[in-house]
Nanobody, 116 residues
């Protein structure tokens, strides 16, 4: 059973940076794709950025130019480097993994607060 654990969240001031990490355990197989999502309070959970097995990357419009997704040292890990953060980025950020067989797994989520 795959488990995803996020780390690196916290509080930063407007314009600051934060690095989120996601470590996957419970499998020896690489994912079809992994991604970061976020849920702003009172809103839906939306894609932030994704990266697939061929290293194809996609960003949400709000993330492009400010956030960078990358694979970590392990095949089941991903990184989200966030820069120039804004109060609108305040949300719970979730790690996502999809297996080649179609199964989807989510991390518990990690809080990011951006203050003025």
């Amino acid at each position: 059973q795959v488990q995803l654990v996020e780390s690196g969240g916290g509080s930063v001031q407007t314009g600051g940076s934060l690095k989120l990490s996601c470590e996957g355990t419970g499998t020896d197989y690489s994912p079809k794709d992994m991604a970061w999502y976020r849920r702003v309070p009172g809103q839906t959970r939306d894609l932030v950025a994704s990266i697939n097995s061929d290293d194809k990357i996609e960003y949400a419009r709000f993330a492009r130019g400010r956030f960078t997704i990358s694979k970590g040292a392990g095949k089941n890990s991903i990184i989200l480097m966030m820069t120039n953060l804004e109060p609108a980025d305040t949300a719970v950020y979730y790690c996502y993994r999809r297996n080649w067989g179609g199964a989807v797994f989510w991390g518990q989520g990690i809080q990011v607060n951006v203050t003025t």
